[in-house]
């Protein structure tokens, strides 16, 4: 019994938005504020040639590209090896 509870709380009836075609995703868009309208694009991960179709609302890539850039930051960041100003003095 449990087990139905589970697997019913999986299924979502949320649409498929990387297996729309481009008119069923614009008629989607048609019908959803402008910060939730759905944006595709085609990404390849660098361990890998294959690219990969990843849809996501305006909202989501606005949070995507803000951590991107986060993290960029964090690597490009030049590290501190010098000592606390406590023993320095």
């Not at 139905?4 to 009836?13: F, L, W």
């Not at 361990?47 to 996501?56: D, E, L, Q, V």
Request: hydrophobic share 35%; with cysteine.
């Amino acid at each position: 019994m449990s087990l139905a509870i589970i697997v019913s709380a999986c299924s979502s009836n949320a649409p498929s938005f990387s297996r729309m075609n481009e008119v069923d995703l614009a008629a989607y868009n048609r019908q959803q504020p402008p910060e939730k309208h759905i944006y595709c694009v085609n990404e390849g991960d660098t361990s890998t040639f294959i690219r990969k179709r990843i849809c996501r609302s305006y909202e989501d890539w606005i949070v995507h590209n803000e951590r991107a850039a986060m993290t960029l930051e964090v690597l490009n960041s030049r590290p501190n090896y010098s000592l606390p100003n406590s023993i320095q003095e």
